[in-house]
């Protein structure tokens, strides 16, 4: 059984930083997308990054230059290094995997709040 959990979550002031981690666990990843994704109140869920098994990246613009996604194959566990906050980041984020095959994330946890005060 396929398992993400999120953690790093919490307040921050704008300006400030805030690193999320990813675990996974369940099988092997070795081969799979993984991504986050985030949801403000009110508002759909949104693509904010993803890294493929070969550790290529790709950014949402609005956080393009700002956030940095990783991942430690090793520990099965994928990170969001986000700084130069702002409070349009305060959201529920979400990690999920694409397996290989798929053609859409189909494995989420099950979110972590970040919120970014002015």
């Known amino acids: 059984q396929v398992q993400l959990v999120e953690s790093g979550g919490g307040l921050v002031q704008a300006g400030g930083s805030l690193r999320l981690s990813c675990a996974a666990s369940g099988r092997t990843f070795s081969r799979d997308t993984m991504g986050w994704f985030r949801q403000a109140p009110g508002k759909e869920r949104e693509f904010v990054a993803r890294?493929?098994?070969?550790?290529?990246?790709y950014y949402a613009d609005s956080v393009e230059g700002r956030f940095t996604i990783s991942k430690d194959n090793a520990k099965n566990t994928v990170y969001l290094q986000m700084n130069s906050l702002k409070p349009e980041d305060t959201a529920v984020y979400y990690c999920?995997?694409?397996?290989?095959?798929?053609?859409?994330?189909?494995?989420w946890g099950q979110g972590t709040q970040v919120t970014v005060s002015s």
């Open positions: 999920a995997v694409r397996s290989y095959a798929a053609s859409w994330y189909n494995y």
């Open positions: 890294i493929t098994w070969i550790d290529t990246t």
